[in-house]
Nanobody, 116 residues
């Protein structure tokens, strides 16, 4: 069974940092590009970042460029999102998704709340 499991979310003050993790199970992780998407309260899904299967190519939505870094460890079947200089508008449920563009194969999500 294909499964993606996110972790690492939480409550952080503006300007703080968090690292999200996504573990993949049930498929050959290294074969797939991967994405992070998010859904803020009352809004639709927004693509945040993508990374190629080997990790050599990455891309970000303009609103997070210079603050977020996507990476992966194919030996550990794990995707990461390092989030620095967090803003209140980054508050959302964050999902990892298989594929770039992201497919409908997603995890259950992890809540990130940025608030003072």
């Amino acid at each position: 069974e294909v499964q993606l499991v996110e972790s690492g979310g939480g409550l952080v003050q503006p300007g703080g940092s968090l690292r999200l993790n996504c573990a993949g199970f049930g498929f050959t992780f290294s074969w797939y590009a991967m994405s992070w998407v998010r859904q803020a309260p009352g809004k639709g899904l927004e693509w945040v970042s993508g990374i190629s299967s080997a990790g050599g190519t990455t891309q970000y939505v303009d609103s997070v460029k210079g603050r977020f870094t996507i990476s992966r460890d194919n030996a550990k079947n794990t995707l990461y999102l390092q989030m620095n200089s967090l803003k209140t508008e980054d508050t959302a449920v964050y999902y990892c998704a298989r594929g770039w563009p992201p497919s409908t194969v997603r995890g259950q999500g992890t809540q990130v709340t940025v608030s003072s």
